[in-house]
């Protein structure tokens, strides 16, 4: 058993080392600038896709939710830029200068309480993660307190995203309505639109993503990550066992609301916007086919897999725009029946023990050779004579 749990460790280890590779290096030697944001927009989302491996795939919570807490972290840091960008000799047009444009066509005469803290980089850093989490701790406590579970925990998450984006359309005067907050220019001065802060923002992106993915590890590899296996198999017999299964939900379900809020708030500066699209239950959703596809047990096949469905979103469409609906419908479909545990799934059960046997006899034939010795004749020279 020791020697199965090395060698997935090592197996993980030598995965993380390719997808930083791929990351950090081959993507940037290969792409332009823009194709390279447009690979940094698509990591934001597997921010999500990690904690949804963490809270679907080791605590078997899934959540149809994850778009709330990416569009508050997202959110969070628009605020930050509106107000940068807002400036009293910047707005001087505007009826009353020195708030958002979208609050002076609305008729909003002076910034709300809640947008004041937002002048801070520092708080907006802090809401960036507490905001999404606090949210989820509510949600979490509500429900799990009261051992709502499986499927109906998924319905209630998928309700709540619904909610939230009718709210943020709703008070347009304080969000921007359905328009979200554009027209983000700049980050402490320097300007998010360039080429330079795109590739700078790209590193940042990844950096973050593979610091999650190390973090994501060692809750797995921890006790914790043995309870919360222990809670999607047999949740009964761990409560009986004295362990408080709430409290283990709420918090892997917090963790994952986190990391949600980094790629939200990634997500934003990366292009230059946030609106309510990226909020409600379409989302959601698409954000729990990226961890299906790249295999909801595996953190690195989640990367992979956002990335691989958002390259052919892309695709689809940009070539054929009224169809790409069913392509990703039929994607989740095909993988749900035939690859049940995604790409990783068939790595590890198609890939990875060719691999293995390939290795083993590299390493054989030279052993065999050395056993033989230098005076020893070979088989063909044995048969000549």
């Known amino acids: ?72 972290g997202g959110y969070c840091m628009a605020m930050f830029l509106k107000l940068e960008s807002s400036t009293p000799e910047a707005t001087a047009i505007q009826s009353t200068p020195g708030i958002p444009d979208f609050m002076d066509w609305n008729q909003i005469t002076e910034l709300p309480w809640f947008w004041e803290p937002f002048h801070s980089f ?92 190390v973090l994501a590890m060692i809750v797995r590899r921890s006790k914790l990550g043995r309870i919360l296996v222990a809670m999607r198999d047999k949740e009964d017999r761990v409560r009986f066992s004295g362990y408080n299964v709430a409290g283990f939900k709420i918090f892997v379900f917090c963790f994952a609301a986190a990391l ?35 295999g909801r047990l595996s953190l690195i096949g989640a990367v992979y897999g956002t990335l691989l469905v958002n390259w052919a979103k892309t695709s689809f469409s940009e070539s054929f725009p009224e169809l790409w609906l069913f392509a990703m419908g039929a994607l989740f479909i095909a993988v749900v029946l035939a690859f049940p545990n995604g790409l990783a799934g068939v790595y590890s059960a198609h890939v990875a023990p060719r691999l293995r046997r390939l290795f083993a006899r590299s390493a054989a034939a030279p052993k065999a050779s050395d056993m033989a010795g230098p005076g020893a004749a070979t088989p063909s020279a044995a048969a000549a004579e």
Do not use: H
């Open 122 to 213: 520092g708080f907006t850093l802090l809401a960036v993660v507490l905001v999404p989490v606090a949210l989820a701790f509510i949600i979490g406590f509500a429900m799990f307190t009261r051992r709502v579970g499986g499927v109906y925990f998924a319905i209630i998450t998928q309700a709540i995203a619904a909610i939230l984006t009718i709210l943020i359309i709703g008070q347009q005067g304080y969000t921007g309505g359905v328009n979200g907050i554009t027209d983000l220019r700049t980050l402490l001065g320097f300007d998010i639109r360039s080429d330079q802060a795109k590739f700078v923002l790209y590193f940042v992106n990844a950096i973050l993503l593979l610091g999650s993915i």
């Open 1 to 72: 058993m020791k020697s199965l749990a090395a060698g997935g460790r090592q197996t993980e280890i030598v995965g993380f080392v390719i997808l930083a590779a791929v990351l950090l290096v081959l993507l940037p030697a290969v792409t332009d600038v823009f194709r390279l944001n447009l690979y940094g927009k698509y990591l934001t989302y597997a921010f999500v896709a990690v904690g949804l491996v963490l809270c679907w795939g080791s605590a078997g919570i899934l959540s149809l939710g994850q778009g709330i807490f990416f569009g508050l």
């Open 260 to 294: 949600a809020g980094v790629g939200g708030a990634m997500f934003t500066l990366q292009v230059g916007f946030m609106s309510p699209t990226f909020v409600g239950i379409v989302p959601s959703i698409e954000m729990v086919i990226y961890c299906a596809v790249g």
